[in-house]
């Protein structure tokens, strides 16, 4: 199936671009039903290949594991599915550039034109509101469930010392949007340092962010990720 040869390429391509490390992890809604979503099974995602992805129910549990063991985390894939009809693609991802902006004051906005998705809000969420001396991971429903109402109707959500989770109507641009959050935080930190405390840097203003999330699905960046990809499978 296609779309599960695309997920192949999602987790390829988030690993390759430094992304998602041995931990992190693409998933996809069912194209066929919307109760069901596909994931790998517990392996780095650059490894992934299409025999590796399972197909669970909305309670993330496994319809059929094969004797795979399913990633701990994958409560934030199926709590979020339930909560967002629309939602057809989820990247949960540990990038390093956005940690420091999910636990200072620090909120991250739009500085970079592949990045404009940030302007509609990125809310960060504490696993500590919804449960103290936890060792961080989203490993049950509720946990899931809590996460994905601190998400709301925006495209990610940090997670404070933890990552982000992105999501989107399709999978290019769940992919797409991952990459560039990773981008905008390096070049906003770096554009923070420049300007020095209460220094000037200007970001995309509200009007600029509607003229450009309108149309961006970074499908061109995908065709190329996409051919990427096949080239190494086919070695
Ligand atoms: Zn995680």
């Avoid at 956005?98 to 991250?108: I, M, Q």
């Avoid at 404009?116 to 960060?124: D, E, H, S």
């Avoid at 992105?166 to 070049?187: C, S, T």
Wanted: hydrophobic share 45%; with cysteine.
């Amino acid at each position: 199936m296609e779309e599960i040869l695309d997920l192949v390429v999602a987790s390829r391509t988030l690993a390759e671009h430094g992304v998602i490390d041995a931990y992190g992890h693409a998933s996809i809604r069912s194209p066929s039903n919307p109760q069901r979503f596909h994931m790998p099974r517990n392996v780095a995602p650059e490894l992934v290949t299409e025999a590796d992805i399972l197909e669970l129910d909305l309670d993330s549990e496994p319809i059929d594991a094969k004797g795979a063991a399913p990633y701990n985390e994958r409560f934030i894939h199926g709590e979020i599915y339930k909560a967002r009809p629309e939602v057809m693609a989820i990247v949960h991802n540990h990038s390093h550039a956005v940690v420091p902006f999910s636990c200072t004051d620090h909120e991250l906005k739009p500085i970079f034109h592949m990045s404009a998705f940030v302007g509609l809000g990125i809310p960060t969420w504490d696993i500590r509101d919804a449960q103290k001396g936890t060792d961080m991971l989203v490993r049950t429903r509720e946990l899931g469930a809590h996460l994905a109402k601190k998400l709301g109707a925006h495209p990610a959500v940090l997670m404070r010392g933890h990552g982000s989770t992105v999501v989107a109507e399709n999978l290019p641009r769940a992919v797409g949007r991952a990459i560039y959050l990773d981008l905008n935080a390096r070049m906003q930190s770096q554009a923070m340092m420049l300007a020095g405390p209460g220094g000037r840097v200007a970001y995309m203003d509200e009007s600029e962010v509607a003229a450009n999330v309108a149309w961006q699905n970074y499908e061109r960046a995908w065709r190329l990720w996409k051919t990427r990809v096949l080239a190494q499978l086919r070695k």
